[in-house]
């Protein structure tokens, strides 16, 4: 007899094109589930959701919830919204995109990737492995995989590798057999208020940990050592460049296609050496991610030589340092990069294996609370940049007011990072300046969490 899983349940999504959101939505179609969502504008995740005909309502409005059951809220949606006024006066349930993911993976094995940099790119990076170990896992991640197209995909197997937001805490709400923890950094302190805060709430997570589980935390990271003291749950390795680590970094080389390193492991099961790990990625950052997603695999039983390949197969996450084209010599690439940690990494990688070419940043901030929490931290991010072109930021429905003047903001930057700067005042002008000056051994970096992905896209057939 065939069951269909909530027969009568109709599942509304609030803010259904955000990356977070439309892979639950994904997930939940392709578990049986009937689901629909809202959106105020169309993009390319809303474009992924209708080609598996999940109907979509542009613009928020309370007729859009009429025949709904139940009700899963974006973090980004504001409480005056007029369906979740409506879902209240007719007192539906309703869930935030945290909690419902929680119900979905609870009877699944999770691997759980939390921190607040390198989530992405590290999920993807234990799928690229699972895939090659044919384990076929569920993934839920935060940037659409090259490899299929999407950011979900529902797996057969009992797997769930899962990107975890600890933007708005709901992290916590997911539970997990094995877990990375990336690094902790000042972010999302609108919602923590502090960092102190934040690493509570890291430490509530690693307590968490089961004891048929693990979790990986990278060792070198200041925050991490720091809530690792704390914890009273101590059902965890680590991983890194330091000595000290379980699974330590060593020999490492940074070519501009790929980079190597060896895997020295020293953990109670196993005293072992995996060598030259190649991994088609820039950076030292993506170097620790690409070791954390070494460890979870080796620790879960998969082979040194299945590891190997699938790292080698990794075909990338879309706006992680994707090469985009090639004008009059100068090379332009897309970057997700929206925080000074973020932005100071990508740099150095790149600084590190384009040493003659000339590296112009095309930045658009993300948030004006973003940047007024962390001027002083984007003024110094630059230093291995040449020069830095200035987008005005990108707001993300942020009506505040800086408390500073945008031009005293470049100057800073001028200041501490010691480069060349360019005020731009809108994608035409970027365009018009570009037309000029793309040309010869110059590297350009789009860089941002806002529109400017479609700005340096556009240039191909602009300048």
């Known amino acids: 007899m065939k069951i269909n899983l909530g027969k009568t349940e109709l599942i509304h999504f609030v803010g259904i094109g955000g990356i977070g959101m439309s892979g639950l939505a994904l997930i939940m179609k392709g578990l049986g589930f009937k689901v629909q969502g809202s959106d105020i504008s169309y993009n390319k995740n809303i474009e992924r959701l209708k080609k598996k005909k999940i109907p979509i309502y542009l613009g928020h409005n309370k007729r859009n919830i009429k025949k709904s059951t139940i009700l899963v809220i974006s973090s980004a949606i504001k409480k005056n919204n007029p369906e979740i006024i409506e879902a209240k006066k007719l007192k539906l349930a309703f869930y935030t995109r945290g909690e419902m993911l929680g119900h979905i993976v609870s009877l699944m094995r999770n691997v759980v990737v939390t921190g607040s940099h390198g989530k992405t790119t590290t999920t993807s990076l234990i799928s690229s492995i699972f895939a090659s170990a044919k384990l076929d896992p569920t993934i839920i991640n935060g940037g659409v995989l090259n490899s299929f197209g999407n950011s979900a995909k529902l ?104 980079s190597q390193f060896d ?69 332009f690439f897309d970057d997700y990069a929206h925080h000074p940690t973020e932005i100071v990494s990508v740099l150095e990688g790149v600084k590190k294996v384009y040493k003659k070419e000339e590296i112009i940043c095309i930045f658009q901030p993300h948030r004006i609370s973003r940047v007024k929490n962390l001027k002083i931290e984007f003024s110094k991010s630059f ?70 992905s479609n700005w340096i896209r556009n240039l191909e057939n602009n300048i």
Request: charged residues 25%; proline residues 2%; hydrophobic residues 35%.
């Open 155 to 258: 797996g057969k197997s009992n797997w769930c590798l899962i990107e975890s937001d600890e933007s708005d805490g709901s992290f916590l709400k997911i539970p997990f057999t094995y877990s990375i923890v990336t690094n902790i950094d000042a972010e999302h302190l609108d919602y923590y208020k502090s960092i102190n805060n934040l690493k509570k709430n890291f430490s509530e997570f690693l307590e968490k940990t089961p004891s048929l589980g693990k979790a990986f935390i990278c060792i070198d990271e200041k925050n991490n050592k720091e809530i690792l003291q704390k914890i009273k749950n101590k059902n965890y390795y680590t991983y890194g460049i330091s000595k000290n680590s379980n699974f330590r970094i060593k020999n490492i080389i940074q070519k501009k296609n790929f």
């Open 263 to 331: 895997m020295y492991i020293n953990i109670s099961a196993s005293k072992k050496i995996i060598k030259k790990i190649k991994i088609p990625l820039l950076g030292l950052h993506n170097i620790k991610n690409a070791s954390a997603a070494v460890a979870v695999s080796f620790s879960i039983g998969i082979s040194q030589n299945i590891i190997k390949k699938g790292l080698l197969k990794y075909k990338g996450v879309q706006r992680r340092f994707n090469y985009l084209f090639e004008k009059n010599n100068a090379i």
């Open 383 to 452: 230093k291995k940049a040449d020069t830095v072109l200035l987008c005005p930021i990108y707001k993300a429905s942020e009506n505040l007011k800086l408390g500073f003047s945008y031009n005293s903001f470049a100057k800073l930057i001028i200041k501490n990072s010691s480069v060349k700067l360019i005020n731009i005042k809108s994608q035409k002008s970027l365009t018009q300046l570009l037309k000029k000056t793309a040309y010869g051994e110059k590297i350009y970096i789009g860089m941002g969490a806002g529109s400017i």
